[in-house]
């Protein structure tokens, strides 16, 4: 079945999460991705970050790298060799899109900056995506999701009101960003088709992650006054928190009205509410409140999310063979297209896995072409 990005190819350069996971949403609805790294300094994800294949560390092992990668093409270039420069704009030149998420001037540097690859291939949009974006003072200020979050104010209003600040789990404004990096791609591949223009997208991961804080960026705004934190507790909700159940399962319980709360009083009497969710695990305890019509649902542990009957459903997993990690549920977007709907198309590359038929099928360059640049060490 025809998908909808099927005639868009992209070449990725970079690593970890906020780059390589704009290229997977648009590979996933049929876009050709092609995933550069080198020998000398592979993807970050691929040996910085567990699990690996039967616990033990190694290029091709890495769950990590393999979950933000399926649905692409992997090859290997040195962009320290001008022979492995002169490849990638070779490649760029074939491609509608470039993606990157290098520190800002890096790709300037190395001859593949926005100007220069627009002059091969007029028309192209390139988005690049970085800690702070590409101007600024601390432009070049380096860090990870736990350091993102602490700049954008996120982890100064997590926690209990009397402790310190939180970190988040993950590299949670990277995704943030990369969601809406994809979404940027799309409406610059939309006005080049209408207009014939290029675009460079300048994404600040920072910049991305302050929308989730508009409520308490309105309050200073407005009336001066710096949100704090306070554990679980909302200033709307009648009650708002995680309680203990039975089997060492945590109900996530909120009233936003009175007539909610009495509801939850009447559902849980003669009984007090510990009480009540003592006698009864999580789940039985949040379809018992949802029939009242009260907010509650169980707090789900990683395995729950892989036998939960509305993600099958939905087909959020999607199992696919690895050739060295072997049988790996990947992880399909939150949406889908009905006319043309996305696919997991393929697991995640090994290194350099598809040189040959990126360079000798898509670019069309002879076998005395490839043994010449492989001679020249672009490849490693």
């Given at each position: 079945?025809t998908?909808?990005?099927?005639d868009?190819?992209?070449a990725?350069?970079?690593?970890?999460?906020?780059?390589?996971?704009?290229?997977?949403?648009?590979?996933?609805?049929?876009?050709?991705?092609?995933?550069?790294?080198?020998?000398?300094?592979?993807?970050?994800?691929?040996m910085?970050?567990?699990?690996?294949?039967?616990?033990?560390?190694?290029?091709?092992?890495?769950?990590?790298?393999?979950y933000?990668?399926?649905?692409?093409?992997?090859?290997?270039?040195?962009?320290?060799?001008?022979?492995?420069?002169?490849?990638a704009?070779?490649l760029?030149?074939?491609?509608d899109?470039?993606?990157?998420?290098?520190?800002p001037?890096?790709?300037?540097?190395?001859?593949?900056?926005?100007?220069?690859?627009?002059?091969?291939?007029?028309?192209?949009?390139?988005?690049?995506?970085?800690?702070?974006?590409?101007?600024?003072?601390r432009?070049d200020?380096?860090?990870?999701?736990?350091?993102?979050?602490a700049?954008?104010?996120?982890c100064?209003?997590?926690?209990?009101?009397?402790?310190?600040?939180?970190?988040?789990?993950?590299?949670?404004?990277?995704?943030?960003?990369?969601?809406?990096?994809?979404?940027?791609?799309l409406?610059?591949?939309?006005?080049?088709?209408?207009?014939?223009?290029?675009?460079?997208?300048?994404?600040?991961?920072?910049?991305?992650?302050?929308?989730?804080?508009?409520?308490?960026?309105?309050?200073?705004?407005?009336?001066?006054?710096?949100?704090?934190?306070?554990?679980?507790?909302?200033?709307?909700?009648?009650?708002?928190?995680?309680?203990?159940?039975?089997?060492?399962?945590?109900?996530?319980?909120?009233?936003?009205?009175?007539?909610?709360?009495?509801?939850?009083d009447?559902a849980?009497?003669?009984?007090?509410?510990?009480?009540?969710?003592?006698?009864?695990?999580?789940?039985?305890?949040?379809?018992?409140?949802?029939?009242?019509?009260?907010?509650?649902?169980?707090?789900?542990?990683?395995?729950?999310?892989?036998?939960?009957?509305?993600?099958?459903?939905?087909?959020?997993?999607?199992?696919?063979?690895?050739?060295?990690?072997?049988?790996?549920?990947?992880?399909?977007?939150?949406?889908?297209?009905?006319?043309?709907?996305?696919?997991?198309?393929?697991?995640?590359?090994?290194?350099?896995?598809?040189?040959?038929?990126?360079?000798?099928?898509?670019?069309?360059?002879?076998?005395?072409?490839?043994?010449?640049?492989?001679?020249?060490?672009?490849?490693?």
């Amino acid at each position: 079945m025809t998908r909808a990005l099927d005639d868009v190819r992209i070449a990725e350069f970079g690593g970890y999460a906020a780059g390589p996971h704009i290229g997977k949403l648009l590979g996933n609805f049929g876009a050709t991705v092609v995933h550069v790294e080198s020998r000398a300094r592979p993807d970050g994800f691929r040996m910085q970050y567990p699990p690996y294949k039967d616990n033990r560390p190694g290029i091709d092992r890495g769950g990590c790298f393999a979950y933000f990668n399926d649905s692409k093409l992997g090859v290997t270039l040195d962009l320290k060799n001008a022979r492995g420069v002169e490849l990638a704009r070779r490649l760029v030149s074939t491609c509608d899109v470039v993606i990157e998420n290098m520190r800002p001037g890096v790709m300037a540097r190395i001859g593949l900056g926005y100007e220069a690859l627009a002059a091969v291939r007029p028309g192209l949009v390139m988005l690049s995506t970085c800690n702070m974006g590409q101007s600024g003072p601390r432009a070049d200020t380096p860090g990870f999701g736990s350091q993102l979050t602490a700049l954008a104010g996120m982890c100064n209003l997590t926690g209990a009101s009397e402790g310190p600040p939180m970190l988040l789990y993950g590299p949670y404004i990277d995704f943030i960003a990369s969601t809406l990096g994809a979404a940027a791609v799309l409406a610059a591949l939309e006005r080049r088709r209408r207009t014939g223009a290029g675009a460079w997208l300048d994404i600040s991961q920072y910049e991305c992650g302050l929308q989730f804080l508009a409520g308490p960026l309105l309050d200073y705004h407005r009336d001066g006054r710096v949100a704090q934190r306070a554990g679980n507790a909302d200033p709307d909700a009648v009650l708002h928190g995680a309680y203990p159940c039975a089997d060492g399962t945590w109900l996530a319980l909120s009233c936003w009205t009175e007539a909610e709360r009495g509801r939850l009083d009447a559902a849980v009497a003669p009984q007090t509410l510990a009480d009540w969710l003592a006698a009864r695990p999580a789940r039985a305890a949040a379809e018992a409140l949802q029939a009242a019509g009260v907010h509650a649902h169980a707090v789900s542990t990683v395995a729950d999310l892989f036998t939960d009957p509305q993600l099958a459903a939905r087909g959020q997993w999607r199992r696919r063979p690895h050739p060295v990690i072997g049988d790996q549920a990947y992880c399909f977007p939150a949406f889908d297209l009905a006319e043309t709907p996305g696919e997991i198309t393929r697991a995640a590359p090994t290194l350099g896995a598809d040189n040959e038929q990126v360079f000798g099928e898509l670019l069309g360059l002879s076998a005395a072409e490839l043994a010449e640049y492989a001679a020249a060490g672009a490849f490693d």
